[in-house]
């Protein structure tokens, strides 16, 4: 369906039974968020307050709550979609089926912006006319969590050489000036970033807008990771059907089928302390200097609707971003690094931590004894490639026995099968990881670790807990899968080392300590999101008769020590 607006969206979905109107006066200070969190934990309809406190304006959220609704929105542009990212990725493909090809290349006619007159329908309004929504009680403020915020190359300007992208923005609180000061909080790895040092180094300010609302395609288009060399402009008119429309005002740039647009300045070294925000990683990012941004002007449509989401531990509304992503994209990245057959990044684990990847090991097919050398290789390109760089953590193996990578428990049974513990640890130290893991050193500081396993089976993995004698200081041992054990316990790690070695765990492949192994072996998704979330690969893997050569940690039994840690964010709690 090409969408002129959000209301239009909002419409087709009230026909289509997928629309829950909230009638009464409801508080966007953690009310309206917590109404959102049970609605999506019942995979229900999209929501639209209709009286929002504070604020003339409607607001609407959990429009992307489910990929079945998801994908009924984009119903009309999915397919064509898929095709002209496969014509990217794979112009061969072209010469396979020429006819199809042509058709779906003529949709690129939606990627061309096309430039309009600034629409009279757009009132100028404050900061504090928007609704101030607040999602978690340590929140430092009212965030924008769907934003679509625009910025262009000074060295190379136009809406063709500009970047969409998904940041949260800060409206209020802090040491923030209302009205004319809002914080701009952006990841590394992020194009923004780019234009900003560009601007930086030429002593001016950057101009940034930012976008609400609108088409759907918009907001999807910010978060979408696309081919290089691809806009997200041009991507929402094709995802969308219908152009991108913008205009010029006071040398902004504003998308005139956005509810509601913000204009501003990021100063060379202007910052102020952001946050703290609830985040997807299931814990708050804390409050650090980021860039703010000097407000200009503020515009809102008429019968603007304000749409909002609430991120938090996964799954939330975000994950169906993710699924959305997987089915548009296909098997892009995959062509992208050579040998790379599949990979997941597990959402459970908060998407950039763990990564779950399948490769060729075609270096010495002459060779009877299988070990990892281009799963290496991979490893070392899927750490060089867009934001799958940010990843602490990547298990990689090999494809000859159909390992599968989208069923975690299934795919951690077959890699401890397979893995040799003195041979495939591979780390790097002082490295950058995302800016909202705090496992690590510090800001945007941590390290990595890949973990390559190839050939046959090594070790039969236990399916029950023998007797493991253990210290007053430990107990709870549990295994959360085969072979994969879990321990809990307050005292030093070295004193767990020393009691393990002196028994037998041959059937054990993994441990992992942690503050609750209750919780933790609930489900294996509580696993995945305290082992991966909570550790730092080289501060906290230790193993059982460890040693180094040649500056290669090796062990027979690795223990990753998944503790909270002092520096650590405190967690997400209702």
């Not at 002593?203 to 060399?229: D, I, Q």
């Not at 690094?337 to 270096?363: C, F, M, Q, W």
């Not at 899968?481 to 002196?502: A, D, H, P, R, Y």
């Amino acid at each position: 369906m090409a969408y002129k607006s959000l209301q239009q969206c909002i419409s087709d979905l009230e026909k289509k039974g997928e629309l829950l109107k909230i009638t009464k006066e409801t508080n966007p200070d953690l009310e309206m968020p917590s109404i959102h969190l049970e609605e999506f934990a019942k995979a229900g309809k999209a929501i639209l307050f209709e009286k929002v406190k504070g604020s003339k304006f409607r607001a609407v959220s959990n429009l992307f709550g489910t990929l079945e609704r998801s994908k009924f929105i984009f119903r009309d542009s999915l397919e064509k979609v898929k095709q002209l990212i496969e014509l990217k990725t794979n112009p061969i493909s072209a010469f396979k089926n020429p006819f199809k090809a042509i058709f779906t290349a003529l949709h690129g006619i939606y990627s061309i912006p096309q430039k309009v007159r600034f629409p009279r329908s757009f009132k100028e309004i404050q900061i504090e006319d928007i609704p101030q929504i607040k999602c978690w009680k340590e929140d430092g403020g009212a965030f924008i969590t769907l934003p679509q915020v625009y910025s262009e190359d000074v060295e190379n300007p136009g809406v063709m050489n500009s970047n969409l992208g998904m940041y949260r923005i800060q409206l209020s609180g802090n040491d923030y000036e209302q009205n004319k000061e809002v914080g701009m909080h952006y990841q590394i790895h992020r194009g923004i970033g780019v234009h900003q040092k560009k601007a930086n180094e030429k002593g001016e300010p950057l101009k940034v807008s930012v976008f609400v609302g609108g088409p759907p395609a918009h907001t999807f288009a910010a978060v979408m990771p696309l081919p290089e060399g691809m806009s997200e402009i041009s991507f929402a008119g094709i995802l969308g059907k219908r152009r991108f429309r913008y205009a010029k005002k006071e040398g902004f740039n504003i998308s005139v089928d956005a509810d509601f647009v913000i204009c501003g300045e990021l100063h060379p070294n202007e910052l102020k302390p952001e946050g703290p925000f609830g985040d997807h990683l299931g814990y708050y990012s804390l409050r650090h200097d980021f860039p703010v941004m000097r407000v200009k002007k503020v515009y809102a449509k008429e019968n603007a609707i304000w749409p909002f989401t609430v991120v938090g531990r996964p799954p939330q509304e975000d994950s169906q971003f993710g699924a959305l992503i997987h089915e548009i994209s296909g098997k892009a990245i995959e062509k992208e690094i050579p040998g790379l057959k599949t990979v997941n990044a597990v959402d459970a684990a908060g998407v950039h931590p763990l990564l779950l990847a399948v490769g060729s090991e075609r270096y010495t097919p002459y060779n009877p004894i299988r070990k990892p050398q281009e799963l290496l290789t991979i490893a070392n390109h899927i750490l060089g490639t867009g934001q799958m760089s940010l990843a602490k953590y990547v298990f990689i193996c090999d494809e000859e026995y159909s390992p599968n990578v989208n069923n975690e428990r299934e795919f951690f049974t077959h890699f401890l099968e397979r893995v040799n513990w003195q041979r495939d640890l591979h780390f790097q130290t002082k490295t950058t990881i995302d800016t909202l893991d705090y496992s690590g050193d510090g800001l945007n500081e941590g390290s990595k670790l890949v973990i390559a396993a190839a050939g046959e089976i090594k070790r039969i993995l236990s399916e029950k807990v023998d007797d493991i004698s253990l210290s007053d200081d430990f107990t709870n041992p549990k295994l959360i899968s085969k072979g994969n054990l879990v321990i809990e316990g307050k005292g030093e790690i070295m004193e767990l080392i020393s009691s393990l070695e002196k028994q037998n765990l041959d059937g054990i492949g993994l441990v992992t300590l942690v503050d609750d192994s209750t919780f933790t072996s609930k489900n294996f998704s509580n696993w995945l999101w305290v082992t991966f979330t909570r550790s730092n690969p080289a501060n906290d893997i230790y193993g059982l008769n460890s040693e180094y050569r040649n500056k290669h940690f090796s062990c027979t039994v690795p223990i990753i020590d998944a503790r909270i840690k002092p520096h650590h964010a405190p967690v997400l709690e209702r």
